[in-house]
T-cell receptor, first 115, second 111 residues
């Protein structure tokens, strides 16, 4: 069973606020990912990290930023939230060693609504 | 052309029948494949992984991989209403070192 946690699970916030979505995993996984998904739509990779101090932008341009100071922690920050940021944000992780055969697990997600 | 393609559905299946989901991929360098189930409003849950040509069975689920045809499938036997969800196919390739997801197939199991 995957041990990957996201907080908050739900967030309603006003335009212009700075927010940080938290993601933590206790599996010692090197690789962590952030996806954005609108209801009924595809997953879009917005950020990923291969380890401490490694961050990369994903396939979908995003105004958010991420950091990876500790292996287990991969927070996502929006400096100034806008209604267009309303979406579900999903964190995932997988081990680096073992290459293609490692399984990727998702956290429960954060549903963000910006008014 | 998307790297991983799935029919969006919905695939309507009577309870107790077999649901057959298909996925094609364009990159022959893809090495492993994964099926996720995602209930509405929830996060994806890994249900099957397959790395070699042939079939892999786990309970009511069977994954099939044909690398020559670049085709992955998922069979759900004895479908239950609780199987109603969107099923995501994902492929992994070393170049890029990340999963590429299809758009998902929505399955509806009718009692």
């Amino acid at each position: 069973e995957a041990d990957i946690y996201q907080t908050p699970r739900y967030l309603v916030i006003g335009t212009g606020k700075k927010i940080t979505l938290e993601c933590s995993q206790t599996m010692g996984h090197d690789k962590m990912y952030w996806y954005q998904q609108d209801p009924g739509m595809e997953l879009h990779l917005i950020h990923y990290s291969y380890g401490v101090n490694s961050t990369e932008k994903g396939d979908l341009s995003s105004e958010s930023t991420v950091s990876r100071i500790r292996t287990e922690h991969f927070p996502l920050t929006l400096e100034s939230a806008r209604p267009s940021h309303t979406s579900q944000y999903l964190c995932a992780s997988r081990p680096l060693a073992g290459g293609a055969y490692n399984e990727q697990f998702f956290g429960p997600g954060t549903r963000l609504t910006v008014l | 052309q998307k790297e991983v393609e799935q029919n969006s559905g919905p695939l309507s299946v009577p309870e107790g029948a077999i649901a057959s989901l298909n996925c094609t991929y364009s990159d022959r360098g893809s090495q492993s494949f994964f099926w996720y189930r995602q209930y509405s409003g929830k996060s994806p849950e890994l249900i099957m992984s397959i790395y070699s040509n042939g079939d892999k069975e786990d309970g009511r689920f069977t994954a099939q991989l044909n690398k020559a045809s670049q085709y992955v499938s998922l069979l759900i036997r004895d479908s239950q209403p609780s199987d109603s969800a969107t099923y995501l196919c994902a492929g992994f390739k070393a170049a890029g070192n990340k999963l590429t997801f299809g758009g998902g197939t929505r399955v509806l199991v009718k009692p």
